[in-house]
Nanobody
């Protein structure tokens, strides 16, 4: 079993930056592919960014060039650096993990965190 705990959310002004962290415990971290999803009120959950065990990455078109996903296998951490934030980035952000990359990318990851709220507003 893998437990995931997100942190780092909060209120930020448009154009600002924020770094989300996802701490993993249990299981073997470096065999799990990881991803960040988000869900805004009234909208479906969507992929933000994914990172494979080998550290290749996928990004949603809406965040390319603004968000950056990384992982530290030694610390069992995944990060999402978010820059040039926009009001439309407001959502609850979730961390997810799975041993299969396609499952992580498709939102069918086995493990999910509780989420952290990101609000972009002036």
């Amino acid at each position: 079993q893998v437990q995931l705990v997100e942190s780092g959310g909060g209120l930020v002004q448009p154009g600002g930056s924020l770094r989300l962290s996802c701490a993993a415990s249990g299981g073997i971290f470096n065999i799990h592919h990881m991803a960040w999803f988000r869900q805004a009120p009234g909208k479906e959950r969507e992929l933000v960014a994914a990172i494979a065990v080998g550290k290749s990455t996928n990004y949603a078109d809406s965040v390319k060039g603004r968000f950056f996903i990384s992982r530290d296998n030694a610390k069992k951490m995944v990060y999402l650096q978010m820059e040039s934030l926009k009001s439309e980035d407001t959502a609850v952000y979730y961390c997810t993990a799975d041993e299969t990359f396609s499952s992580v990318v498709d939102g069918r990851g086995t493990y999910w965190g509780q989420g952290t709220q990101v609000t972009v507003s002036s």
